[in-house]
């Protein structure tokens, strides 16, 4: 196809998208790791909900692992990823004498603080999550069992049941639809005025960040395209933001190969937009993907500005004895 036959394309660019202060932490912490300890660096579950990720860490010296129990007895340094763990873990790793590092992101330290804030005090904590996730597992793990209640649905409100009088506080968990969660809390109020409330939002400033910037752009694209894993929970729900803000293509893609060109073949305008643990690079292949099939105008759309920063765990800071 010669250049000039190639039909146009505009290309709006979700801003912000991508990795969050989270996601950098914790794909900097292995990295730190290696360069510091040395390979191999085990890492309990993947270190951010990304396979190309993931894999380049392999190819450095990461061993994988979905349990401590995988790894032999090591003075390699083990880490916990950025979705956090449960209790038990850390205790496994003491135990073990295992050299544990936490990429836990410290968005979701602060949901675990807050959790056990709430027990200490005698309230039943209600956890707005999905079930499962290792999110949800790690935030229940920090209490003992029963001490927390999940639930994903505003319907799932009506039929709790807690003896009347049970002092009540939620938390949930950062990567949720902020629209879907308002409404859960919503009910949640509804049916217990009392419930304590968290002091500052739970759901984290990039997952909230990202939904308004697709909110902005998908009304105005005739498909949308989200980088990301099936596994991304924040991924997963821009996909969503972009279909109920009234785009009816919507895809998540995790590289350029696998976009269905019976999809995104013939359009005039596409959004794109990256999960948090999507890094910028499969962004492009992505746009160079649709460069060799339209003449693409690309712009970006930007809602927020982002600089937030984490630190390193301690242990890989460069005073750490
Ligand atoms: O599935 P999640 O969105 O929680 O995780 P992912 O895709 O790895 O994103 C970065 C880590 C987010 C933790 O809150
Ligand atoms: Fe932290 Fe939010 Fe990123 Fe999760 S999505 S790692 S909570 S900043």
Redesign the pocket.
Known sequence: MSVSAKPPLRILLCAPRGF?A??VR?IDAVEEALRKFGAPVYVRH?I???RYVVEGLKRKGAIFVDELSEIPDTDAPVIFS??GVPKSVPEEAEARRFHAIDAT?P??TKVHREAEIHHRRGRLVILIGHQG???VVGTMGQLPPGAVVLIETAEEVARLEIPPGTPLAFVT???LSVDDTRQVVEALKARFPEIVAPHKEDI?YATTNRQEAVKRVAPQVDAMIVV??P?????QRLREVAERAGCRRAALVLRAEEIDWALFGAIGSLGITA???APEILVEEIIDAFAARYTVAVETVSTADESVFFPLPRALRPDAA
């Open positions: 969050c989270g996601v914790a993947e951010v909900h990304n950025a979705h992101c968005l979701v996730h290792p999110e968990q950062t990567t984290c990301g894993s596994n991304s929970s924040n991924s999960g948090a643990s």
